[in-house]
């Protein structure tokens, strides 16, 4: 097989990560015989340590035998050259192995909702080179992302790859080619800044982190601090992704603040007990919600009634691209992209490949002298803090 690149090798489906044999142990690999771009005889060995996108470290130039070794039958393997169809990608510039071989490896995929498509991170929760190389830890997902376009739409995506060592993901459409960052966008925060300071009971999550998706629910658990003071009453409230005020009821009805002031009575205040309270939130709105417990105490030196706020921040993210181009004519409904190892992209109409010309580069700037260098001529530069 005649080829000019890195090696690409898309695994699904494999179920054995390792066989025992004598009682010595070997690992899923794939060995790749050939010749080099630089006219080297090598043997490369692939070690094979999940499902999804693994690629050779040599280029090569010709490919004379590829072996597969110690993988299920019914694994699926795809060889290519370029990268279509790509399931799931390692974040290789979030790959920090340190010496004593535990750290967190992540990996980057598009998943579709029914309102359009997110980008998703995922990572093992404990990352042991020798115990993720056996496959059997399951990913967790580390946050999702709703993709917008340049008019806050949805899109769905056919195809994605990320740009290697940088923050960016392009992806395609019918109708578009993006470019998104591909971090978790940074929340508004400003809603928690009136929390008391001496809180005694605090709000916590169900199963789930502080991240969500569109059309998700959240159970919002109280957690009680100080077992010796308990509130007489109490009350919730939610400031929506637009800025509205509510007052939320115990069954996650909102109610205008203005009507209704929500106390609820502690039941067991007579007893100095407090039983634990669940509210469910329905998140249907991309941005910040902040949801709010005050709770009213009794002094009993003093006699005085005092309210202590606590509140809790959940995050529905959206991004729009830093770049949206309109395909041409030649390839509208475009199914999917690539980028080869000289990062040259290409992208697939279902019947033929297209070499692009999009240049992308990384410039030396001096904000003392208010200069940017650059190593080609352009027409015009774009500035993204």
Wanted: proline residues 4%; charged residues 30%.
């Amino acid at each position: 097989m005649t080829i000019n690149g890195q090696l690409h090798i898309l695994v699904e489906d494999n179920s054995i990560w390792s066989e025992e044999f004598k009682q010595i142990r070997y690992f899923s690999k794939i060995i790749v015989k050939g010749t080099t771009t630089k006219d080297l005889d090598l043997e490369e060995v692939i070690p094979i340590r999940f499902n999804g996108e693994h690629k050779t470290l040599n280029r090569w130039k010709e490919i004379s035998e590829i072996n597969v070794l110690h993988m299920s039958d019914d694994a699926y393997l795809t060889i290519s050259v370029l990268p279509f169809s790509v399931t799931s990608v390692l974040d290789e510039i979030n790959l920090a192995v340190p010496a004593e071989g535990k750290g967190r490896k992540s990996f980057m995929k598009i998943e579709q909702e029914n309102f359009g498509s997110c980008l998703v991170c995922e990572s093992y929760l404990e990352y042991d080179e020798e115990y993720v190389r056996r496959g059997n830890e399951e990913k967790r997902k580390d946050y999702q992302i709703e993709l917008r376009d340049k008019d806050n739409a949805n899109v769905t995506v056919n195809g994605f790859m990320i740009l290697p060592n940088s923050p960016y993901v392009f992806c395609v459409d019918d109708h578009n080619f993006y470019v998104y960052n591909r971090y978790l966008p940074y929340p508004d925060i400003s809603s928690m800044k009136d929390e008391s300071a001496d809180c005694r009971i605090e709000l916590t999550l169900e199963d789930h982190d502080w991240v969500y998706v569109r059309g998700e629910s959240a159970n919002i658990i109280t957690r009680i601090i100080d077992l010796y003071s308990v509130p007489s009453t109490f009350r919730w409230g939610i400031t929506l992704p637009d800025g509205q005020y509510y007052r939320v009821g115990k069954d996650g009805s909102y109610w205008d603040p203005n009507e209704i002031t929500g106390w609820i009575d502690n039941d067991y205040y007579e007893e100095n007990g407090w039983k634990e309270q669940v509210l469910p939130v329905e998140l249907l709105e991309n941005g910040e919600y902040t949801l709010e417990l005050e709770a009213r105490y009794k002094d009993e030196d003093t006699g005085d009634v005092f309210t202590r706020t606590t509140k809790l921040l959940l995050y529905v993210p959206s991004i729009q691209p830093e770049t949206q181009l309109s395909l041409p004519a030649s390839l509208i409904e475009a199914q999917d992209l690539a980028m080869d190892d000289e990062s040259i992209l290409w992208l697939y109409n279902g019947t033929s490949i297209y070499r692009t010309n999009l240049f992308y580069d990384y410039f030396m700037v001096d904000y003392v002298k208010n200069k940017v260098w650059l190593r080609e001529q352009y027409n015009k530069v774009r500035v993204v803090k």
